[in-house]
C-alpha cells in the first residue's frame, strides 16, 4: 500500500537508525549480551529519585515550563559550566537530551544545501541531523590512522578549497564511536582554523566525564564555537532525556534563534526530568567519576575479548565508553559479522559502516555490569578466535 512518491525525500534519504537495526537483531536472538548500545549500567543518584518521587503530585511538574529550561537548572549549569568547563561566556538552553540540542543547533546554523564538516569514524546520529535537515553535503574527513584523531590538516585544505566555505565542523570529544580523546592542542588548532574560515564549531562533549588513565577533558569557548553536553550517561539518565546547549552569549540573535526551534520541537524538555538533572547535579562530578572510574575494569576486560583481532586492530578506550575495532581484511562486511557474532555466538557489537568505516566495529564496555561484561567478553574472544581462525562457520 501507498508509495515512497508520497514521503518526504529528506527522510527517505536519511540513514536507518543502526540502533533500531541492532535492537532487532538482539530480540531475534535468545540469550545474547549487548555490547552493542552506547548506555551505562547505572542508575540515576538514589537521593536525586527520592526527591523527584515527591514532586510528581505538584501541578507545576505537569505544566509547560520555560523553553530554554528551568530557571534554577540553567542556574547550576552555567555554574558548572564556569567551575567545570571553564567556560565563562557562555548561555545555556536545555534540551530533551544531546541528539536534540544537535538538531536544534544545525536548524539554527545551517541552511539545506549547506556543506558540513565531520570526521571518520562519525557519530550516526549527527550525521542523520544533517542529512534529515537538508544539509546533505557532508564532507567527511580522515582520522588520523594510528589516534583517530580529526586530521586538521585536511580540514585546513577542505576548509580552504571548498567554495562556500562550509557552514559548521562537528567534533566529538571523547568520540563515540572512536573511543579516543582529541588533545586540547589538536581542538585548539581545529577551533584556529573554524574561526578564521568564518565557519561554527560544534563539540559533543556527552562524554566529557569519561576520561581514563589520568587523562583531563577540556572545552574551548569562542564566538564561533557551540558545546553540547547530556546528562544521559553521566547521570545514568537516558531514559530521562535531558541534555543543554552551551552557546556564546555575544553571538547576537543566536539565542532568540535557538528558542524558536526548541519551541517547535520539544517546547521545553520534560519538567520533572529536568528536576532530577537538577538534584542530580547537587551530586557534584565526583560521583559521576566514581563510576566511571569502576569503568576500567570492563574495558580490560573486553580488551581481552578482542585480543584474537591482534593489538594494532583495537583503538580507542581513552575516553566515552567504547573500543574501535578492525576486522580482519577478509571481513569486509561488518554488519554480516556483527549478525554472526550475534546469532552464533550470542554477543552483538555495532557495524562501524553505520558511522561511515566499513571493516570495522565498535564496542560499548559501559552498559554492562563486571560479571556480566565477563561473559559478553568470552563470548567475543571465541567468536573472534573463529572469525579469525575458520571463518564465519555457521
Ligand atoms: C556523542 C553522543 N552524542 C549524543 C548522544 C545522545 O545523547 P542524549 O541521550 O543526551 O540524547 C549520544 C548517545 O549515545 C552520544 O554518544
Given at each position: 500500500m501507498g508509495s515512497h512518491g508520497m514521503l518526504a525525500r529528506r527522510a527517505l534519504l536519511t540513514d536507518t537508525p543502526v540502533m533500531v537495526q541492532i535492537q532487532a537483531l538482539i530480540r531475534g536472538v535468545k540469550d545474547c549480551v549487548s555490547l552493542a548500545q552506547g548506555v551505562v549500567y547505572w542508575q540515576p543518584p538514589i537521593q536525586a529519585l527520592e526527591k523527584v518521587q515527591k514532586l510528581v503530585w505538584d501541578p507545576v511538574i505537569s505544566r509547560y515550563g520555560a523553553d530554554e529550561g528551568l530557571p534554577e537548572l540553567r542556574e547550576a549549569l552555567l555554574k558548572k559550566l564556569r567551575h567545570e568547563n571553564k567556560l565563562h561566556r557562555s548561555s545555556v538552553m536545555v534540551t530533551a537530551g544531546a541528539n536534540q540540542a544537535f538538531v536544534n543547533i544545525v536548524l539554527t546554523l545551517c541552511d539545506a544545501g549547506d556543506s558540513v564538516v565531520m570526521f571518520a569514524p562519525y557519530y550516526f546520529n549527527s550525521y542523520m541531523s544533517f542529512q534529515m535537515t537538508g544539509v546533505t553535503d557532508i564532507l567527511v574527513g580522515p582520522g588520523?590512522?594510528?589516534?583517530?584523531?580529526?586530521?586538521a590538516d585536511w580540514l585546513e585544505r577542505t576548509l580552504k578549497d571548498t567554495k562556500p566555505t562550509p557552514k559548521l565542523v562537528s567534533v566529538v570529544n571523547p568520540g563515540n564511536?572512536?573511543?579516543?580523546y582529541i588533545p586540547e592542542p589538536l581542538l585548539q588548532r581545529i577551533s584556529d582554523l573554524c574561526r578564521d574560515a568564518g565557519c561554527w564549531l560544534v563539540v559533543d562533549n556527552t562524554y566529557e566525564y569519561f576520561m581514563y588513565d589520568g587523562r583531563k577533558h577540556v572545552c574551548l569557548e569562542g564566538n564561533h564555537i557551540v558545546n553540547v553536553f547530556s546528562f544521559s550517561k553521566a547521570y545514568g539518565m537516558m531514559g530521562w532525556r535531558v541534555g543543554y546547549i552551551a552557546f556564546p552569549s555575544e553571538v547576537e540573535g543566536l539565542s532568540a534563534q535557538l528558542l524558536k526551534v526548541q519551541d517547535n520541537i520539544p517546547i521545553c524538555a520534560s519538567i520533572i526530568s529536568q528536576r532530577l538533572a537538577l538534584h542530580s547535579l547537587e551530586m557534584g562530578p565526583e560521583w559521576v567519576t566514581d563510576r566511571v572510574n569502576e569503568l576500567v575494569k570492563n574495558r580490560d576486560i573486553v580488551l581481552e575479548g578482542l585480543s584474537p583481532l591482534g593489538k594494532d586492530a583495537v583503538k580507542g578506550g581513552e575516553g566515552a565508553i567504547y573500543l574501535w575495532a578492525k576486522l580482519p581484511d577478509k571481513f569486509p562486511d561488518d554488519f554480516e559479522v556483527v549478525r554472526w557474532l550475534a546469532q552464533k555466538h550470542g554477543v552483538v557489537l555495532i557495524p562501524g559502516s553505520s558511522s561511515g568505516c566499513p571493516g570495522y566495529v565498535r564496542i560499548s564496555f559501559?552498559?554492562?555490569i563486571e560479571d556480566q561484561c565477563r561473559i559478553a567478553s568470552e563470548r567475543l574472544k571465541k567468536g573472534l578466535e573463529e572469525l579469525v581462525n575458520k571463518g564465519m562457520v555457521l
Open positions: 588520523d590512522p594510528k589516534m583517530l584523531h580529526p586530521d564511536p572512536s573511543g579516543t559501559g552498559g554492562l
